[in-house]
Nanobody, 119 residues
Framework: QVQLQESGPGLVKPSQTLSLTCFVS??????????WSWIRQPPGKGLEWIGY???????YYSPSLKSRTSISRDTSKNQFTLQLSSVTPEDTAMYYC???????????WGQGTQVTVSS
């Protein structure tokens, strides 16, 4: 069974770049028909999809975050990374990495990591 684990700093200063890595075990990130996604949940709000990287290495982002987001991968380490630039306190959230199947079916989730943007 695939397992995902987020890693990264819990505190980021405004205007800096948030960088999180998701380590995947029990399955390859190059397996066809899976998309490796980042999702966040700000305090008191619903889930927000950030973007995903597909098995071909192509990445797609939420239009509202596209200008500040980059998702990349390292297939040799079976991990993928989120970078969100120019963060503000509004980017404070619990961040999750997930595996998604066709049809926006998120079938595996990491435990989540809290990121706070504050000076």
């Amino acid at each position: 069974q695939v397992q995902l684990q987020e890693s990264g700093p819990g505190l980021v200063k405004p205007s800096q770049t948030l960088s999180l890595t998701c380590f995947v075990s029990g399955g390859s990130i190059t397996t066809n028909y899976y998309y490796w996604s980042w999702i966040r949940q700000p305090p008191g709000k619903g889930l927000e999809w950030i973007g995903y990287i597909g098995t071909s290495g192509n990445a797609y982002y939420s239009p509202s975050l596209k200008s500040r987001t980059s998702i990349s991968r390292d297939t040799s380490k079976n991990q993928f990374t989120l970078q969100l630039s120019s963060v503000t306190p509004e980017d404070t959230a619990m961040y999750y990495c997930t595996r998604m199947r066709t049809g926006w079916n998120f079938d595996s989730w990491g435990q989540g990591t809290q990121v706070t943007v504050s000076s």
